[in-house]
């Protein structure tokens, strides 16, 4: 679950977010929706503990973000769009494993777990195949 309570992000004179308040219950999706400029990538940069919010905080997963940054990073995942960060050479597993390495996940736990997903996000198919193939990378 996602609570985000009066956040609000200003940069000098640019009043970027403006006490944004919404609730994001576990299994919800939720689209922001706003002009260029709106104040949408501020927002999520702000949850996902990558800028500092001026005023406000978000409890995620019953971590508050101010307070307990590292537990929220634990709780998020995050992919913008444009360059999304992938290692062109290695396949989907591959860059997996590299992320899950780094996040020091146990290698035979990240092997099940891409597993799991494979199967779930029928991703058979492109799973050993090189990112730099995928259509739209
Ligand atoms: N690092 C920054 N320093 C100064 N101003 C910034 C910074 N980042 C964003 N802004 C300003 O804050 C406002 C909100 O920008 P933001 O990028 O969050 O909007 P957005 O809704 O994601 O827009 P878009 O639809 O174009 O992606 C804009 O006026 C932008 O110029
Ligand atoms: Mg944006």
């Given at each position: 679950?996602?609570?985000?309570?009066?956040?609000?992000k200003?940069?000098?004179?640019?009043?970027?977010?403006?006490?944004?308040?919404?609730?994001?219950k576990?299994?919800?999706?939720?689209?922001?929706?706003?002009?260029?400029?709106?104040?949408?990538?501020?927002?999520?940069?702000?949850?996902?503990?990558?800028?500092?919010?001026?005023?406000?905080?978000?409890?995620?997963?019953?971590?508050?973000?101010?307070?307990q940054?590292?537990?929220?990073?634990?709780?998020?995942?995050?992919?913008?769009?444009?360059?999304?960060?992938?290692?062109?050479?290695?396949?989907?597993?591959?860059?997996?494993?590299?992320?899950?390495?780094?996040?020091?996940?146990?290698?035979?736990?990240?092997?099940?777990?891409?597993?799991?997903?494979?199967?779930?996000?029928?991703?058979?198919?492109?799973?050993?195949?090189?990112?730099?193939?995928?259509?739209?990378?």
């Amino acid at each position: 679950m996602i609570e985000v309570k009066g956040l609000s992000k200003q940069f000098k004179e640019v009043k970027a977010v403006d006490d944004v308040n919404f609730t994001v219950k576990e299994g919800e999706i939720l689209g922001l929706l706003g002009e260029n400029g709106a104040g949408k990538t501020t927002t999520l940069r702000m949850i996902a503990t990558m800028l500092k919010p001026s005023a406000g905080t978000a409890n995620i997963n019953g971590f508050d973000l101010l307070k307990q940054p590292d537990m929220v990073r634990k709780e998020i995942g995050i992919l913008f769009g444009g360059e999304v960060g992938l290692y062109d050479r290695l396949t989907a597993r591959e860059n997996i494993k590299y992320f899950a390495d780094l996040n020091n996940m146990d290698g035979k736990e990240a092997d099940k777990n891409i597993e799991k997903l494979v199967e779930m996000l029928d991703m058979r198919e492109f799973i050993d195949r090189r990112v730099e193939n995928f259509p739209g990378a």
